[in-house]
């Protein structure tokens, strides 16, 4: 059985490297695999990085990774947007262990689905300026049925399925690999469908924001209607960075950066125009280190690399 914050995997039997990751995203785009490594000097290195159109379940999976060293690793593998809410909401005053039970009432009538059927768990928010409101914190509520079959699809195709993420965390970490979110960076990621802005400093998510445009729908649309996308993309990184500098006290971000999907669009000609704070689109080999050249890589492949980042133990 599935509890909160745990998924049980001792019965995979599978001895596993832990000096990197390897990740799996599947989408309507078809399958994306990474496998991060990490030496105890140097940059992360993207040591496997594969993209089918094949999404025939475990087997089409299972070819793309064949006679890799995808399987040596730990797996992690993203939920898709629609399997999960995350929910910014007020923190419950109780200890510790009761915190998740605490969310769970909080939430129930704030999620699509029946909170019987949801794993939540939480992360806090650090730093909040203002002793005197409420303290806030992100809680993330996913279908059971749903992580169940991911962590079946991964065993099949013949990974040790150990993490469910979601692509917030992968953002985040992304956002790591440049120098400046060390004081404070608001990332920008697109696929073809939608987006997600992050603000972390130091490793530390402060906010998250969805996007409900696309690279694809700001790459094919016409003119004037392109800059009215744009326009409203803006908006969400203008009312992101004000919540984030009346919120927190370390100042305005150093920085927005667009991930290579979002450099690819409009946005990066008319961002800069905007915006006061700089404007970077770092490409992924200035970032990391590649076996092989990366080409170009959609918004799920990118995501897949940013799960493979992870280095926290413990997630959904």
Same mark, same amino acid.
């Given at each position: 059985?599935?509890?909160?914050?745990?998924?049980?995997?001792?019965?995979?039997?599978?001895?596993?490297?832990?000096?990197?990751?390897?990740?799996?995203? $599947?989408?309507?785009?078809?399958?994306?695999?990474?496998?991060?490594?990490?030496?105890?000097?140097?940059?992360?290195?993207?040591?496997? #990085?594969?993209?089918?159109?094949?999404?025939?379940?475990?087997?089409?999976?299972?070819?793309?990774?064949?006679?890799?060293?995808?399987?040596?690793?730990?797996?992690?593998?993203?939920?898709?947007?629609?399997?999960? #809410?995350?929910?910014?909401?007020?923190?419950?005053?109780?200890?510790?262990?009761?915190?998740?039970?605490?969310?769970?009432w909080r939430i129930k009538?704030?999620?699509?689905?029946?909170?019987?059927?949801?794993?939540?768990?939480?992360?806090?928010?650090?730093?909040?300026r203002h002793a005197n409101?409420?303290?806030?914190?992100?809680?993330?509520?996913?279908?059971?049925?749903?992580?169940?079959?991911?962590?079946?699809?991964?065993?099949?195709?013949?990974?040790?399925?150990?993490?469910?993420?979601?692509?917030?965390?992968?953002?985040?970490?992304?956002?790591?690999?440049?120098?400046?979110?060390?004081?404070?960076?608001?990332?920008?990621?697109?696929?073809?469908?939608?987006?997600?802005? $992050?603000?972390?400093?130091?490793?530390?998510?402060?906010?998250?924001?969805?996007?409900?445009?696309?690279?694809?729908?700001?790459?094919?649309?016409?003119?004037?209607?392109?800059?009215?996308?744009?326009?409203?993309?803006?908006?969400?990184?203008?009312?992101?960075?004000?919540?984030?500098?009346?919120?927190?006290?370390?100042?305005?971000?150093?920085?927005?950066?667009? $991930?290579?999907?979002?450099?690819?669009?409009?946005?990066?000609?008319?961002?800069?125009?905007?915006?006061?704070?700089?404007?970077?689109?770092?490409?992924?080999?200035?970032?990391?280190?590649?076996?092989?050249?990366?080409?170009?890589?959609?918004?799920?492949?990118?995501?897949?690399?940013?799960?493979?980042?992870?280095?926290? $133990?413990?997630?959904?």
């Amino acid at each position: 059985m599935i509890r909160p914050g745990v998924i049980p995997l001792a019965w995979l039997g599978k001895k596993t490297r832990n000096d990197g990751l390897t990740a799996v995203v $599947t989408a309507e785009t078809g399958n994306h695999v990474a496998t991060v490594t990490r030496a105890r000097s140097g940059a992360p290195r993207v040591a496997f #990085q594969r993209s089918s159109p094949d999404t025939a379940g475990a087997s089409g999976l299972k070819r793309l990774i064949e006679r890799s060293i995808a399987a040596r690793f730990r797996t992690s593998t993203l939920l898709d947007r629609k399997d999960y #809410q995350l929910l910014l909401v007020e923190a419950p005053d109780v200890r510790p262990d009761e915190l998740r039970a605490a969310v769970r009432w909080r939430i129930k009538d704030l999620i699509g689905f029946h909170v019987d059927d949801a794993i939540i768990d939480v992360f806090e928010i650090p730093d909040q300026r203002h002793a005197n409101r409420n303290r806030m914190m992100y809680a993330i509520a996913a279908r059971a049925r749903r992580i169940v079959e991911r962590a079946d699809l991964i065993d099949a195709a013949g990974l040790a399925a150990d993490i469910v993420d979601i692509p917030e965390m992968a953002v985040r970490n992304l956002a790591m690999l440049i120098p400046e979110e060390s004081r404070g960076l608001a990332l920008i990621h697109l696929d073809d469908t939608g987006g997600i802005i $992050t603000i972390s400093r130091q490793g530390t998510l402060y906010l998250t924001r969805r996007l409900d445009t696309g690279a694809r729908e700001l790459l094919d649309a016409e003119e004037s209607q392109r800059n009215v996308l744009c326009e409203g993309v803006l908006l969400e990184v203008q009312r992101s960075l004000d919540y984030y500098e009346s919120h927190f006290p370390h100042g305005p971000v150093a920085a927005i950066a667009l $991930t290579p999907t979002a450099a690819a669009t409009p946005l990066a000609g008319y961002l800069p125009q905007q915006l006061e704070t700089p404007v970077l689109a770092p490409a992924l080999e200035d970032l990391l280190e590649f076996d092989e050249p990366p080409g170009m890589l959609d918004g799920n492949a990118i995501l897949a690399i940013g799960s493979a980042l992870r280095q926290e $133990t413990r997630a959904l």
